[in-house]
C-alpha cells in the first residue's frame, strides 16, 4: 500500500512531538504493510506556518534516522494545504511542495475547513487549473456540510477534482455519518485514494489495512487495489524517483 496522506514529520504540526514518536508511527506503518509514504505535514497560515522551507530540512532528518533505524518504508514529501488566500502567493513563490502529478498535471493536497465548503473554492480550482494544478479534496467525507449533502461536492469534481478518503472513515473509526459519506462517494466512483491521515499511535494510527480490508469487502479486491496502490503509485511515482530513499 501506499499511504499519501499522513503526519509523521516530528514537531511540525499537530504529529508526533519527538523523533522517537516518529520513528514509532513508521514502524507501525511498515507491520501495517505500508511501503511508501508521503509525508504531508500541514500548511495553516497562523497555525502551523510551514512551507517547503520548513517541510525539507525536518522531512531530511526524519529520513536519515529511518535508515538508521533499518526501517524498510520509502519516505516521499509533500504538505496538506489549508484552503486560503495564501494559497495563491505560496504557489506563485513555489513554497508548497506538491503531491506529485495526475495525467499530467501538479496536485496539490487540499484542506477543507471542517465546518463547511468555503465559498470561493470553486474559483480558486479554477485559479488553480489555469496554472495546470489539479486538486485533490483530503477527507471530504469528514466535512460537517459534505456530511449532510454529500452531493455538493460534485460541482468541485467536475470542476476535476480527485478525492481522498481517510482510512478510519471506511472502517467506520470516526462515526456512522463519516462512513456512510465515504460510503457514498465511493459508490458514486468517485473516489482516487484512501490514506491514513495517521498523526499518533493511538487515537489516530497509521493504519491502512484495516481500511483495505473494507474496501475489499464491499468493492472487491480489483477496487481495493485502486485504491491504495494502483492509484496512490500513479500519482507519486515521480517523488519516489526524486526521492530515491
Ligand atoms: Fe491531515
Same mark, same amino acid.
Given at each position: 500500500?501506499?499511504?499519501?496522506?499522513?503526519?509523521?514529520?516530528?514537531?511540525?504540526?499537530?504529529?508526533?512531538?519527538? +523523533?522517537? /514518536?516518529?520513528?514509532?508511527?513508521?514502524?507501525?506503518?511498515? /507491520?501495517?504493510?505500508?511501503?511508501?509514504?508521503?509525508?504531508?505535514?500541514?500548511?495553516?497560515?497562523?497555525? =502551523?506556518?510551514?512551507?517547503?522551507?520548513?517541510?525539507?530540512?525536518?522531512?531530511?532528518?526524519?529520513? %536519515?534516522?529511518?535508515?538508521?533505524?533499518?526501517?524498510?518504508?520509502?519516505?516521499? +514529501?509533500?504538505? %496538506?494545504?489549508?484552503? &486560503?488566500?495564501?494559497?495563491?502567493? /505560496?504557489?506563485?513563490?513555489?513554497?508548497?511542495? +506538491?503531491?506529485?502529478?495526475?495525467?499530467?498535471?501538479?496536485?496539490?493536497?487540499? %484542506?477543507?475547513?471542517?465546518?463547511?465548503?468555503?465559498?470561493?473554492?470553486?474559483?480558486?480550482?479554477?485559479?488553480?487549473?489555469?496554472?495546470?494544478?489539479?486538486?485533490?479534496?483530503?477527507?471530504? %467525507? *469528514?466535512?460537517?456540510?459534505?456530511?449532510?449533502?454529500?452531493? *455538493?461536492?460534485?460541482?468541485?469534481?467536475? *470542476?476535476?477534482?480527485?478525492?481522498?478518503?481517510?482510512?478510519? &472513515?471506511?472502517?467506520?473509526?470516526?462515526?456512522?455519518?463519516?462512513?456512510?459519506?465515504?460510503?457514498?462517494?465511493?459508490?458514486?466512483?468517485?473516489?482516487?485514494?484512501?490514506?491514513?491521515?495517521?498523526?499518533?499511535?493511538?487515537? *489516530?494510527?497509521? &493504519?491502512?489495512?484495516?481500511?483495505?480490508?473494507?474496501?475489499?469487502?464491499? =468493492?472487491?479486491?480489483?477496487?481495493?487495489?485502486?485504491?491504495?496502490?494502483?492509484?496512490?503509485?500513479?500519482?507519486?511515482?515521480?517523488?519516489?524517483?526524486?526521492?530515491? &530513499?
Amino acid at each position: 500500500m501506499i499511504d499519501i496522506h499522513n503526519h509523521i514529520i516530528p514537531a511540525i504540526d499537530d504529529g508526533p512531538a519527538t +523523533m522517537a /514518536q516518529a520513528l514509532d508511527l513508521l514502524k507501525m506503518a511498515e /507491520q501495517d504493510g505500508i511501503q511508501r509514504l508521503v509525508c504531508t505535514p500541514h500548511m495553516h497560515p497562523g497555525r =502551523y506556518d510551514n512551507d517547503v522551507r520548513t517541510i525539507s530540512p525536518a522531512f531530511n532528518a526524519l529520513i %536519515e534516522k529511518a535508515m538508521d533505524s533499518g526501517i524498510n518504508i520509502q519516505l516521499a +514529501m509533500a504538505a %496538506e494545504v489549508r484552503f &486560503s488566500d495564501e494559497m495563491m502567493i /505560496q504557489l506563485n513563490s513555489n513554497r508548497i511542495p +506538491m503531491l506529485g502529478q495526475w495525467q499530467g498535471q501538479s496536485c496539490i493536497l487540499l %484542506e477543507m475547513p471542517h465546518q463547511r465548503i468555503p465559498i470561493g473554492i470553486d474559483s480558486m480550482l479554477g485559479w488553480l487549473a489555469r496554472r495546470d494544478v489539479r486538486v485533490i479534496i483530503a477527507h471530504p %467525507e *469528514r466535512n460537517k456540510e459534505v456530511m449532510i449533502h454529500p452531493e *455538493r461536492i460534485f460541482p468541485l469534481v467536475e *470542476r476535476g477534482a480527485l478525492l481522498q478518503l481517510t482510512a478510519g &472513515s471506511v472502517t467506520g473509526a470516526f462515526g456512522e455519518h463519516a462512513q456512510s459519506a465515504a460510503r457514498w462517494f465511493l459508490d458514486k466512483e468517485i473516489v482516487q485514494f484512501v490514506a491514513s491521515d495517521a498523526h499518533n499511535s493511538k487515537r *489516530r494510527p497509521p &493504519s491502512m489495512k484495516a481500511a483495505s480490508l473494507v474496501l475489499k469487502d464491499w =468493492y472487491g479486491q480489483e477496487m481495493q487495489h485502486q485504491l491504495t496502490w494502483v492509484n496512490p503509485n500513479h500519482l507519486t511515482e515521480s517523488l519516489f524517483l526524486q526521492s530515491g &530513499s
